[in-house]
């Protein structure tokens, strides 16, 4: 197929919606569409929960839409969150809802898949989900052929066949080793590599997604790394903001670096190691503002424009963003978000720009011990919706005293699924390649010199609140957790 005419149907199923695009072999985004669903959400136990059947629904409403009139699609690539577990029958029917990224309910299962394997954080995948199925929930692992990422459950509804991902120079647990830990080894499928063809679009997918059946479907990967694609990634010291519900940093380094209170892990391109960190909900922390607490009918793009016109601090108010616990660096899932500083000067805007540099100094915050072990950060590209902000990229950039690109395709993780696609399907030799030619900067902001007293003052006070209100906020915690 003509490279010059056909594109790549990029599909990203996410926290809280799904995504797809059309998206040329120049990494031009032709069309986007996308479709939200609920999650069920309870702090207070650690459940998080999706029902697959709302993804795929998502999906099919995304695919209907983008194939009305467009161009030809050369293949399919999904990426999705993660890692979160699906378990499904021989059918690819889920048999319970899916554990999201979210669910804090498999610590103890990670903790014996560690000893058990010696492999530990983001190596684990899903396993110590699935195990805490297997534990738990022993009706729906009988019916259970095949534990599934998102993307991987995806490949086979659209396939049909089932395969477990790999990116370049991943370690996935072998079957053997899960064994041992107390799992049912043939529950997972054959390896196969991000971007390997795993098979056609099926008849019965094709009618449900409004598309021509025997598409190739190409192997994809978790969102983030495909957001690292997207957003241009290739050498030691480029870092990436992922946006999105959670928002994180990774740092791209020549070498495994250990640092403290973050993760240290194989990039997805040969020879790179990403070091950095996760937390919960930096991104949504905004959208709860605007949403649940001031009301659905606040335009939220008005609301950061009033922010924009706050001074930067604020006037003396910080906001911790732990509104789901939080992640790095302070681990702990019982961590509870708080204003500190509020006055009867204080309006909706001054919170409004709290929460905002919130999201950059919980950047910073990861960024500090990563910078301290030697690492250098030349650039960090933003990513996601947050990314459409000019302010808010301008305040990362004062925050983290760092330039800041903005690429033309906010929306990293599909152009980074196109990246994997165009690969899969020889428009590119290799990743390298097709991120050079399909990754394009748009915008720039350089750090404010005039910020970068206020904003260390800033930071030091964020980073000094919550180790002293965490005993109060852990009491708090016991009194029981609205649901999120």
């Known amino acids: 197929m003509d490279a010059e005419r056909a594109v790549i149907l990029a599909l990203d199923i996410g926290t809280s919606e799904a995504k797809g695009g059309l998206i040329t072999a120049e990494g031009q985004l032709l069309a986007t569409a996308r479709g939200g669903y609920p999650i069920d959400f309870d702090p207070a136990s650690g459940r998080s929960e999706q029902d ?90 009988a019916a259970t052929r095949w534990y599934l990422n998102t993307w991987e459950w995806a490949t086979l509804r659209l396939t049909g066949l089932a395969a477990r991902t790999r990116s370049p120079g991943q370690q996935l647990i072998a079957p053997d080793e899960a064994a041992a830990a107390g799992l049912v080894a043939d529950r997972l499928p054959a390896v196969v590599d991000a971007g390997s063809l795993v098979g056609r679009l099926s008849d019965s997918a094709a009618r449900e997604l409004g598309l021509p059946r025997g598409i190739p479907v190409h192997a994809g990967t978790v969102d983030s790394f495909a957001s690292f694609h997207g957003a241009g990634l290739i050498d030691p010291g480029d870092a990436i903001d992922t946006g999105g519900t959670s928002g994180g940093l990774a740092v791209y380094w020549d070498s495994a670096v250990g640092v403290p209170n973050t993760w240290v892990a194989p990039a997805p391109l040969p020879g790179r190691w990403m070091i950095g960190g996760a937390m919960t909900s930096t991104g949504k922390a905004l959208d709860w503002f605007t949403g649940d607490v001031l009301g659905d009918d606040v335009d939220a793009a008005s609301l950061i424009v009033g922010a924009a016109a706050v001074q930067p601090g604020a006037d003396g108010l910080v906001f911790l963003p732990y509104l789901a616990g939080e992640r790095s660096p302070i681990w702990d899932p019982h961590a509870r978000g708080a204003f500190v500083g509020l006055t009867l000067g204080h309006a909706a805007p001054h ?56 690429p033309e395709v906010r929306e990293a993780a599909l152009l980074g699924a196109a990246v994997i696609g165009a690969t899969g399907i020889g428009w590119y030799t290799d990743t390298i390649n097709a991120i050079r030619s399909m990754v394009r900067i748009a915008q720039r902001c350089e750090p404010n010199p005039a910020h970068r007293a206020t904003y260390d003052a800033l930071f030091d006070a964020y980073v000094a609140l919550w180790p002293a209100i965490a005993p109060t906020a852990h009491r708090l915690g016991s009194l029981g957790s609205p649901r999120g």
């Open 52 to 141: 697959p059947r709302s993804w795929w629904r998502a999906l099919a409403a995304i695919s209907q839409e983008l194939s009305v009139g467009g161009p030809a699609i050369a293949a399919i690539c999904c990426v999705g969150q993660g890692p979160t577990l699906l378990v499904v029958d021989a059918e690819g029917e889920a048999t319970r809802p899916a554990l999201t990224w979210m669910d804090t309910r498999s610590g103890d299962e990670a903790k014996a898949l560690q000893e058990a394997t010696g492999v530990s954080g983001w190596g684990l995948g899903i396993l110590p989900a699935a195990r805490w199925v297997e534990r738990n929930d022993p009706q729906a692992a």
């Open 351 to 406: 919170l409004a720009r709290a929460i905002m540099e919130a999201a950059a100094l919980a950047l910073r915050h990861v960024a500090t011990p990563i910078r301290a072990a030697g690492l250098r950060i030349t650039e960090l590209r933003v990513t996601g919706g947050t990314a459409n902000h000019e302010a808010w990229n301008q305040i990362k950039a004062d925050v983290l005293d760092v330039p800041v690109a903005v």
